[in-house]
């Protein structure tokens, strides 16, 4: 996943540099609204049928995007992420397995599923990441929570992924 | 015994016998009930949570005495074979004969050792009774005459098919299967309580019963125009159907299902294919519309539409990308299930009915969309799922790597494939099996080995494939592994294919029962292989609509949207089958229906409209 857009560049040095929860909330809000910026603008390049996979990406960053803004106008959000938090998510680690597309013109589905789970993927090492290397307290429970959100994204995605991808194989049935 | 004379008038002092009589004390029965018989034939109970309302008992009463009453309350499953009714007895018509109770597909229904009922004037109906599992009136009664093996009418066992046996069929691609002998055609049809649950869980009402009937009466003419009634796919459909028919069978019940498709099978064999296209032709009498119809498309779908709109009267052309016509049911199934002539004489009844089929003409590129539509008075699209999807792990690009649809078009268009020692095929569906086993007979033939192995991501709990045939390809020498989500495939140094990398699945659903596997990363496995065939499933390739068209319709989270009909949001515009909707032959002929009723009906009303 290293040449992601999201990968270990700017962005990760970014969020590293951030000092207050409120900072860091902001940051990762403006990620998820370039994301949905991203999904928005390839819109029009996939044909119509395929339109509605990323309008609703579209939308769940969107959702991501006004939920981490929320937080970060919210003078109780450090006891909403600790509650949050207190479930670990577990990572199947399943996107490892699965090549960044090329999104080129007209992307199919599939494409289109596996890119979004390689951005996914890559935000929830990040975030993992800079929770591991925060000092205890509550930035690094603030990561720990971003992680968590990103990997539950990613394995709602994962299972689209199963049902779009491997669906077909279960379908022809002879009784 | 002495006899008595007919003309004996008897003694003299008989009427004084008879007045001594009136001085002895009156002797009274009371009503309180003896103890009956344990195999008594009183009122009847029903266990309703086993009746499933099949009618088979109103059926068999040659009294008249059954009525199914509809209860709203109840569930009605018909592909499960389950209707929301039950049988009330009318009492003054039933003479507890018992048939009822011998005859119970689901074994029901049984009668008690009760058989007082009193009532006044004004309750003369309650002899009309709808018995559960207490009795009538919500009165306990104690068991009387129920099911035994000698009274049993149903025979729960299925006529045996003869087929090949593993080490013959895997010397070439010879039809498995071998059909029923005449008598065993009749023998299985005498299990038939003709109760209809058949037809109402096909998805194209095929007459069933009817069909049925008349093979156990040697008509196999009349068989096979009761299944013209519904289905143009007769041979096909007798093969290789996902005979939903007989998960609703109500012999299944007790016993093993009757075996519909097999029996469809034998009629369509018994008449010779030129009888066939008589008995077909005979009763098209339409006189041409001068509509004009294209199909895209020669598979099931596509094909019996232009049945029932050539013999509706228009001039139909079916557009084939491919060399000959007949879609998957050609291409994708394998001829140890589906001989090739069997498909041929189904389509030659169709094309007797006037249907053009261009065999060779892709619809899209050079031939447009647009142009069908300029040209024709209505267009289906009936393209199919002609695309196998690729799982695209690492090394999936590579050239050894194939997908199973495609495969198994080159084998059926008669290709030397030339598979190697060793193949991983990946996928656990009923495609899989079908690669696996063409692939196994191929190598056989070439290496007089087989190395196969099926990875499938599922436990064998919830394996996708039928159990016939993950035993049959076991049988065959198909390796088949469980719980393996492949990874990666292996390239050597000299860009070779060396293998598949698979991991343990731990589960394969999470808790909302969605598909989501999880695996086990220590658990890794290389399957050494020269070639790697994803099986895993297929995609319609929509670009031959272009940009223009694709705009203009509706689509529903990435199928093409359609109305009850079949008709999609341009209104010239039809489609139907796979592409739409799925997953089986069966499906896709009562699709082709479906448009072809829609179609017509738009045709007419423009006719009457002047236009
Ligand atoms: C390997 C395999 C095994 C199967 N086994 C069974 C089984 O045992 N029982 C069962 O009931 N079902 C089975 N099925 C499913 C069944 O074959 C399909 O459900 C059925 O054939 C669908 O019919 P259809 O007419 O919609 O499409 P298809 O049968 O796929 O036919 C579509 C046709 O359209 C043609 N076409 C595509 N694009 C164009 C174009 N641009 N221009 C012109 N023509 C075009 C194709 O060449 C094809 O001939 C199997 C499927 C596969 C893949």
Known sequence: MSEHPEGHGPAYEHLRARKSLAEILQSAAEFERKAHQFYTGLIPRVRKNLRYLVEELAAEEKTHYELFQRLAEDPEARQQIQERIAVPREDHRFSDYIQLPDLGDNPDDQAILQYALGREDAAMKQYRELAQNAPPGPIRQLFEYLANEETAHKLELEKRYYELVYGGSRMVPRV | ?611
């Open chain 2, 1 to 611: 015994m002495a006899k008595i004379r007919h003309d004996d008038r008897g003694s003299l002092l008989a009427p004084l016998k008879a007045l001594g009589f009136f001085t002895r004390a009156p002797v009274t029965e009371t009503l309180a009930p003896r103890p009956a018989s344990l195999n008594y034939r009183g009122f009847h109970v029903n266990d309703w949570s086993q009746c499933i309302g099949c009618g088979t008992c109103q059926r068999i009463c040659d009294n008249a005495a059954i009525t199914m009453v509809t209860i709203p309350s109840l569930p009605q499953d018909p592909a499960r074979g389950i209707r929301n009714q039950r049988p009330a007895i009318d009492y003054g018509r039933c003479c507890w004969c018992g048939l009822c109770v011998d005859i119970c597909p689901s074994g029901s229904i049984a009668l008690t050792r009760e058989y007082i009922h009193i009532c006044r004037e004004s309750e003369l109906d309650s002899y009309f009774v709808l018995p559960d599992p207490n009795g009538i009136h919500g009165q306990p009664f104690p068991a009387g005459w129920a099911k035994s093996e000698v009274s049993e009418l149903i025979d729960p066992a299925r006529q045996p098919m003869k087929e090949l046996p593993a080490p013959t069929r895997i010397q070439g691609f010879d039809e498995i299967v071998q059909g029923y002998e005449p008598q065993q055609a009749i023998d299985e049809a005498a299990r038939c309580v003709q109760c209809g649950l058949c037809h109402e869980a096909c998805p194209t009402h095929m007459h069933a019963p009817e069909y049925i009937r008349a093979i156990w009466r040697g008509d196999a003419e009349e068989a096979v125009r009761q299944i013209y009634r519904t289905n143009p796919f007769a041979h096909v459909c007798g093969r290789v159907c996902t005979h939903r028919c007989e998960q609703a069978c109500s012999i299944g019940n007790r016993g093993e299902p009757l075996a519909i498709r097999w029996l469809k099978r034998h009629a369509m064999d018994s008449v010779p294919d030129e009888r066939v296209r008589e008995l077909v032709t005979q009763d098209s009498v339409a006189a041409p519309s001068g509509r004009r119809v294209a199909i895209v498309g020669s598979g099931p779908a596509g094909l019996t539409a232009a049945f029932d709109l050539a013999r509706h009267g228009h001039a139909v052309t079916v557009y084939e990308a491919l060399a000959r016509p007949g879609g998957m049911p050609r291409y994708g199934i394998p001829a140890y299930r589906l001989p090739d002539d069997r498909l041929d004489a189904d389509i030659a009844v169709i094309e007797a009915q006037g249907v053009e089929i261009r065999c060779n003409t892709p619809i899209g590129a050079e031939l447009t969309m647009e142009t069908l539509r300029q040209q024709y008075d209505a267009v289906v699209l009936a393209i199919g799922l002609q695309l196998g999807r690729s799982t695209r792990i690492p090394g999936s690009g590579h050239r050894d790597v194939h997908t199973a649809v495609e495969l198994l078009r080159r084998i059926r268009e008669g290709e030397a494939l030339a598979p190697p020692k060793r193949v991983v095929i990946i996928g656990g569906g009923n495609v899989a099996m079908d690669i696996a086993r063409s692939l196994a007979r191929l190598q056989m033939r070439r290496h007089g080995a087989i190395d196969i192995t099926v990875c499938a991501l599922e436990d064998f709990d919830h394996f996708p494939a039928d159990p016939t045939e993950l035993k049959e390809a076991r049988e065959e020498g198909v390796r088949v592994l469980a719980s393996r989500g492949p990874k990666e495939i292996v390239i050597d140094a000299d860009g070779g294919l060396g293998g598949l990398k698979t991991l343990g699945v731990t589960s394969v659903f999470d808790e909302q029962g969605r598909f989501a596997p999880r695996y086990n990363h220590e658990d890794e496995q290389l399957h050494e292989a020269a070639w790697v065939v994803e099986a895993i499933g297929q995609i319609s390739d929509i670009s031959i609509l272009g940009d223009s068209l694709s705009e203009r319709l509706e689509w529903d989270r990435g199928r093409l949207r359609v109305d009850e009909n079949g008709r999609t949001a341009e209104p010239w515009l039809w489609s139907a089958g796979d592409m739409v909707r799925g997953p089986d032959v069966v499906h896709a002929v009562a699709d082709g229906h479906r448009v072809a009723a829609s179609i017509h009906q738009a045709l007419q009303q423009h006719t009457e409209a002047g236009s």
